[in-house]
C-alpha cells in the first residue's frame, strides 16, 4: 500500500543532476554526476499513486511491476525491491540508464503533475542491490539433458540465455565479436553506458553456467546448418544491422561511413583496443545525416573526440515539447527530449533533406568542386572518388506524416570532412544464414516467426532486432525472455519461464 498522500505532498520530479558539460566532454565516463540511490529517492517514489489500474506498467514491455516496486523503494526494502524488480528485468542496470521510459509516460499521475521517476528508481534499486550484495548468481537447482545455441550476446541474446540457463538447460552463446554484449557494447558510447556493467552480469552469468564463445561468427566459423545438427534448438539473436544508405550523387567520396563503422571504434579505443575501421573525428567538421539515438551517440562521441564543428541534419521537423492531441496519454509520445549529447553542443538542423555530397579530388593541387543534382561534375574522376568536403542540403517543407517537398531556393552547402550516415537500419544481416538455413523472411527482410518466435525451420528460433525491427533495448530483452519461454515449452512441452510480450506486439501508439 502506497502513501495515499504522497502526490500530494511531493508534487514536483527531483531531476538527478549530469556532470558539467565542459567537463564530461573532456573524458569518456558516465555523463552522469547523481545516479542510483540519492536522498531524495524516497520521497520521490512516494508520489506513486498504486493506481488500480497501473497504466504505467501497460508501457513497459518488461511488465515491470512498477507500484510495487515503487512502494518498496519508498519503504527502503532494497532487498524486496530487487526481488520484485528481478521477476521481470534481467538487466535493470542497462533500461535503468538507457530506457526511454515509455512507462513514465502512461504513468496516472502524468496527466496532471509530472510522472513519477520509475527509471531512476529502477536504477536505484540495482545500485543498491549490488551494493548491498543481494545479486547473486542463480544456478539451476536442476540440470536438463537439453543443449541450446544462442547466437547473438546482445540484450535479447542475453536475456533469453539467462532464463534459459536458470531453467536447467545448457546453453552457450556464440559472438562474432571479441566481447559480449551487441550494441550495448561496441554501438552505445560509454559515457552513456558504463561497460564495467555489462562485465558484471557476464560474470553473473557465468556462473549460473551459461557458457560464451567470443570471436565466432556462425556462418563462417561454424556453419548455421551444423550448429542446428549439435544443438537440440538454436536461437537467432543477430540483431539489425544492414544500414539505410543515403544513395545521394557523390555517395562514393571517402570520409563518408555509417555510424556503425565510427561508434565501435570510439569503443574500442576507450577500452584500449585498436579500432577496426580507423575513423576519428578530431579536427573534423561532422555533419551527421540523421538525428535519432544512433546520431546523438555520434554528436556526443564525435565532440569528445575534439571535432571542431558537428552539425546533425533531421529530415523531420523538431519534435512537439508537450503532446499533441493525435498522440494522447497514455500512447507514448514522440516528444522533444533533448539527449545529453545534445546538450553538449553541435547544431541540428530540421527539416532538412540532402542532395548530394560535394568533394575534393584526391590529387595535389586539385580545386574544390560541388556535385549537381545528377552526380555531375568537372574536376572529379571518371570514378567520382575524391574526399568529401560538404553536404549539399535543401529545406523540406511538411511534417513527417504530410507530403513532404524540396523549398526551391533553400539549397546550400555544409563543410565536411567526415560525413557520419545514421538514417537507421533496415534488417538483420541473414545472407549466412539463408545460405546455409533458409529461414523465411517477413516483408522488412527480417526473421519470420510464429507466434512461438519460431522460425519455419524446425527447432530454431527468432527474437530481438532480428525478428522485431530495430527497437529498444527494453524491447530486446522482453523478446529474449518470452523466447525463452517458447524455446523451453518447445523442449519440455511446457514452461513456467515467463513471457512478457507476443512477438505482434508493439509499442502502444496510436
Ligand atoms: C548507436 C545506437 C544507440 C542506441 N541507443 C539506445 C538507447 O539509448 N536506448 C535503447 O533502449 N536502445 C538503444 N539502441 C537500440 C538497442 O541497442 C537495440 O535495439 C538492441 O541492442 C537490440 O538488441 P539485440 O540483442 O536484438 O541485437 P544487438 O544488440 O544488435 O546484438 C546482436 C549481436 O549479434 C552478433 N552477431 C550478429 N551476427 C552474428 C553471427 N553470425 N555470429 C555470431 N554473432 C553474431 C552481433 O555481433 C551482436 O553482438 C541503440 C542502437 C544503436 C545502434
Ligand atoms: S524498463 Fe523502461 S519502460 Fe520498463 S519500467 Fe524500466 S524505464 Fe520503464
Avoid at 289 to 300: A, N, R, V, Y
Wanted: with cysteine; proline share 6%.
Amino acid at each position: 500500500m502506497s502513501d495515499p498522500k504522497g502526490f500530494l505532498k511531493v508534487r514536483t520530479r527531483h531531476e538527478a543532476q549530469d556532470r558539467p558539460v565542459a567537463e564530461r566532454i573532456r573524458d569518456w565516463n558516465d555523463v552522469h554526476a547523481q545516479s542510483g540511490f540519492q536522498p531524495w529517492t524516497q520521497e520521490q517514489a512516494s508520489r506513486c499513486m498504486d493506481c488500480g489500474t497501473p497504466f504505467c506498467m501497460t508501457g513497459c514491455p518488461l511488465g515491470n511491476i512498477i507500484p510495487d516496486f515503487n512502494d518498496l523503494v519508498r519503504q527502503g526494502k532494497w532487498e524486496e525491491a530487487y526481488q520484485r524488480l528481478s521477476m521481470t528485468n534481467n538487466f535493470p542496470e542497462v533500461t535503468g540508464l538507457i530506457c526511454p521510459a515509455p512507462c513514465e509516460q502512461a504513468c496516472v499521475l502524468g496527466i496532471h503533475q509530472p510522472p513519477t521517476m520509475i527509471k531512476a528508481d529502477e536504477q536505484a534499486i540495482i545500485d543498491q542491490a549490488w551494493k548491498l550484495d543481494y545479486v547473486k548468481p542463480m544456478p539451476p537447482q536442476r540440470l536438463s539433458d537439453m543443449t541450446i545455441a544462442i547466437v547473438g550476446s546482445g540484450p535479447a541474446g542475453l536475456a533469453c540465455a539467462q532464463q534459459l540457463t536458470r531453467a536447467g538447460h545448457t546453453v552457450v552463446v556464440y559472438e562474432r565479436d571479441d566481447e559480449i554484449g551487441g550494441l550495448m557494447r561496441y554501438g552505445i558510447p560509454s559515457f552513456k553506458l558504463d561497460k564495467h556493467l555489462i562485465d558484471r552480469r557476464v560474470r553473473q552469468m557465468e556462473a549460473e553456467g551459461t557458457v560464451f564463445r567470443t570471436n565466432m561468427e556462425i556462418g563462417k566459423d561454424v556453419g548455421w546448418d551444423e550448429l542446428r545438427s549439435r544443438y537440440d534448438a538454436v536461437v537467432v539473436a543477430i540483431g539489425s544491422r544492414v544500414p539505410r544508405d543515403v544513395t545521394v550523387p557523390g555517395r562514393g567520396l571517402d570520409g563518408i561511413h555509417f555510424a556503425m563503422d565510427f561508434l565501435p571504434d570510439a569503443n574500442r579505443r576507450v577500452e584500449g583496443k585498436e579500432p577496426i575501421n580507423g575513423i576519428d573525428a578530431k579536427g573534423r567538421r561532422v555533419v551527421i545525416i540523421g538525428g535519432g539515438d544512433t546520431g546523438s551517440d555520434c554528436l556526443g562521441t564525435a565532440i569528445r573526440q575534439g571535432a571542431t564543428s558537428v552539425t546533425v541534419l533531421q529530415i523531420n521537423p523538431q519534435e512537439p515539447t508537450e503532446r499533441p492531441d493525435n498522440q494522447p496519454w497514455p500512447t507514448y509520445a514522440r516528444l522533444y527530449q533533448p539527449t545529453t549529447s545534445m546538450q553538449e553542443g553541435g547544431t541540428y538542423e530540421y527539416n532538412t533533406d540532402t542532395i548530394s555530397f560535394t568533394g575534393i579530388e584526391d590529387v595535389a593541387g586539385s580545386e574544390r568542386v560541388t556535385l549537381d543534382d545528377t552526380g555531375l561534375a568537372s574536376g572529379f574522376a571518371a570514378d567520382g572518388s575524391g574526399h568529401v568536403t560538404g553536404v549539399k542540403v535543401v529545406d523540406v517543407s511538411g511534417g513527417k506524416d504530410g507530403g513532404r517537398g524540396h523549398v526551391a531556393g533553400t539549397e546550400r552547402v555544409i563543410d565536411a570532412d567526415l560525413v557520419l550516415i545514421s538514417t537507421g537500419f533496415l534488417h538483420p544481416d541473414t545472407e549466412s544464414l539463408l545460405d546455409q538455413l533458409p529461414v523465411d523472411l517477413d516483408g522488412r527482410g527480417n526473421v519470420a516467426r510464429n507466434p512461438q518466435f519460431e522460425t519455419n525451420q524446425d527447432g530454431v528460433f527468432v527474437c530481438g532486432d532480428a525478428g522485431r525491427g530495430q527497437s529498444l533495448v527494453v524491447w530486446a530483452i522482453a523478446e529474449g525472455r518470452s523466447c525463452a519461454s517458447a524455446v523451453d515449452r518447445f523442449l519440455q512441452g511446457a514452461s513456467e519461464l515467463p513471457a512478457p510480450i507476443a512477438t505482434t506486439q508493439k509499442p502502444m501508439r496510436l
